[in-house]
């Protein structure tokens, strides 16, 4: 259930994409924005004020990756499986990582503090086995420089 207060933070974001012809996307993204992920309720609340029905919102956000519909950790980590990576290990990168943080990727830890992630390819292959935490690059990982570096985030 959302709060009076919640409601009114999301009648504002509507409000100001009502002239727009295909507002939702942005909707969608700037209510995440504002809450972290996109809570179930707020997904109901924005059904009845745009009316528009709850399936076809359900179907643009588990369309776009972009769009959670769970609590996100504060640090996203993004571990690159891409050809160069896993040629250089990156499968011990993403073991020990599921093992320090306890959670698989596409999972957030209990305390919110990390999500994990996998991607194809980061675009620095130069520097394999690549992770990127938020919006920092840590190249040339091995197992064992993992925890000190993730520990910088806790
Ligand atoms: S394959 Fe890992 S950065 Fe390109």
Do not use: E, N
């Given at each position: 259930m959302l709060s009076k207060e919640d409601e009114e933070k999301i009648n504002q974001i509507i409000d100001r994409y009502r002239?727009?012809?295909?507002?939702l996307i942005s909707i969608l993204q700037e209510v995440q924005t504002t809450f972290g992920y996109l809570p179930k309720d707020a997904l109901f609340h924005l059904s009845r004020r745009l009316k528009i029905p709850e399936s076809k919102i359900w179907g643009v956000v588990t369309f776009?990756?972009?769009?959670?519909l769970e609590p996100r950790g504060r640090n996203t980590i993004k571990v690159c499986l891409g050809t160069a990576c896993h040629v250089k290990g990156s499968d011990k990168i993403l073991d020990k990582l599921r093992k320090i943080l306890g959670i698989k990727e596409g999972q957030t830890t209990k305390d919110l503090k990390f999500s994990l992630e996998t991607v194809r390819?980061?675009?620095?292959?130069?520097?394999?086995?690549v992770m990127m935490i938020n919006n920092d690059y840590y190249g040339r990982l091995t197992p064992d420089r993992v925890e000190h570096i993730v520990n910088q985030y806790r």
């Open positions: 002239d727009d012809s295909g507002p776009y990756s972009q769009f959670y390819c980061l675009g620095t292959c130069f520097l394999a086995p």
